[in-house]
Nanobody, 121 residues
Framework: VQLVESGGGLVQPGGSLRLSCATSGFIFDDYAIAWFRQAPGKEREGLLCISIRENWADYADSVKDRFTISSDNAKRTVFLQMNNLKPDDTALYYC???????????????WGQGTQVTVSS
């Protein structure tokens, strides 16, 4: 099983980034894929989740108006579009696969290694 995040980098406040999570090794259509982030000294935070099987998405209130999640099921890839980025969005961003969209870490069986997003002028 592999989940590989990409697309992170340095961006100015107000800018946008699109992260990708490429997956392999499990039945993609049976799973939910979520994005989490972890800033230095803080707990890992759930942001968005998309249930491939049930075809719906869930969003944390903290990012509802700025971030969106989507998937290309044929390519087994999930995307995180982040707009109007703020310095507080600086963190390591992870994708994870589990059977249902939940905000608890233990609900997810597989994790990627993360991609760094830094928002700074």
């Amino acid at each position: 099983v592999q989940l590989v995040e990409s697309g992170g980098g340095l961006v100015q406040p107000g800018g946008s980034l699109r992260l990708s999570c490429a997956t392999s090794g499990f039945i993609f259509d049976d799973y939910a894929i979520a994005w989490f982030r972890q800033a230095p000294g803080k707990e890992r935070e759930g942001l968005l989740c998309i249930s491939i099987r049930e075809n719906w998405a869930d969003y944390a209130d903290s990012v509802k108006d700025r971030f969106t999640i989507s998937s290309d099921n044929a390519k087994r890839t999930v995307f995180l579009q982040m707009n109007n980025l703020k310095p507080d969005d600086t963190a390591l961003y992870y994708c994870a696969a589990g059977l249902r969209c939940k905000w608890t870490l233990r609900a997810y069986d597989y994790w990627g290694q993360g991609t760094q997003v830094t928002v700074s002028s």
